[in-house]
Nanobody, 123 residues
Framework: QVQLVESGGGLVQAGGSLRLSCAAS????????KAWFRQAPGKEREFVAA????????LYATSVKGRFTISRDNAKNTVFLQMDSLKPEDTAVYYC????????????????WGQGTQVTVST
């Protein structure tokens, strides 16, 4: 089992930055691919970014590419999402997710999920 706990969410003005963290415990964290998803009210959960177990491969949603950066520190069992140039449309609950094998962008392929952290971007 892998337990995931997100932190770092909050309220920020448009154009600002936030850094989300996802701390993992349980099985060997370093062997799992990690991802961030988000879900806005009334919308489906959507892919944001993913990183391979080694950190050598990353994927980003088109809507966040160039503004968000995913990274991981396997020694600290933590994955990060640096969010810059935030927009009101980035407002959502952000979830950390984990899976074995390679990175993907689909919700159904991730086995483990955190409880989510709220990000609100004001105009």
């Amino acid at each position: 089992q892998v337990q995931l706990v997100e932190s770092g969410g909050g309220l920020v003005q448009a154009g600002g930055s936030l850094r989300l963290s996802c701390a993992a415990s349980g099985r060997t964290f370093s062997s799992y691919a990690k991802a961030w998803f988000r879900q806005a009210p009334g919308k489906e959960r959507e892919f944001v970014a993913a990183i391979s177990w080694s950190g050598g491969s990353t994927l980003y949603a088109t809507s966040v590419k160039g503004r968000f950066t995913i990274s991981r520190d396997n020694a600290k069992n933590t994955v990060f999402l640096q969010m810059d140039s935030l927009k009101p449309e980035d407002t959502a609950v952000y979830y950390c997710a984990a899976k074995t094998m390679g990175i993907t962008t689909t919700v159904i392929s991730y086995n483990y999920w955190g409880q989510g952290t709220q990000v609100t971007v004001s105009t």
